[in-house]
């Protein structure tokens, strides 16, 4: 079964119960507001960047991302992402699960 979802609403994409490899989802985030310092553990993470900037945490070194743009997460990498403009931040992740933890 294909699933169509809507990227303007904040939420899962893709769970658990329709994929055994890949999460994503819509995240929203207000001025100020951040997704805390987290691992991707074996897995990788794709980050697209659909409207906003953000300052983007990654393995030990911050750069601003401005929309649209997209940010590539290797496997056993610390991130963050914050948005610290008055717009809200929007983006898609694509975690793609290591194929031995699958």
Do not use: C, W
Request: charged share 25%.
């Amino acid at each position: 079964m294909t699933f169509v979802k809507n990227l303007r609403e904040a939420g899962p994409l893709v769970s658990g119960s329709e994929s055994k490899q890949i999460r994503s989802g819509v995240v929203v985030l207000e001025k100020g507001k951040e997704m805390g310092e987290h691992e991707t553990g074996g897995g990788e993470e794709l980050i697209i960047f659909l409207e906003g900037t953000a300052e983007l945490s990654s393995g030990g070194e911050t750069k601003t991302v401005r929309a649209p743009a997209s940010a590539l997460i290797p496997a056993h990498t610390r991130h963050s992402i914050k948005n610290t403009l008055e717009v809200p931040l929007e983006y898609v992740y694509v975690y793609v699960m290591a194929l031995d933890a699958a």
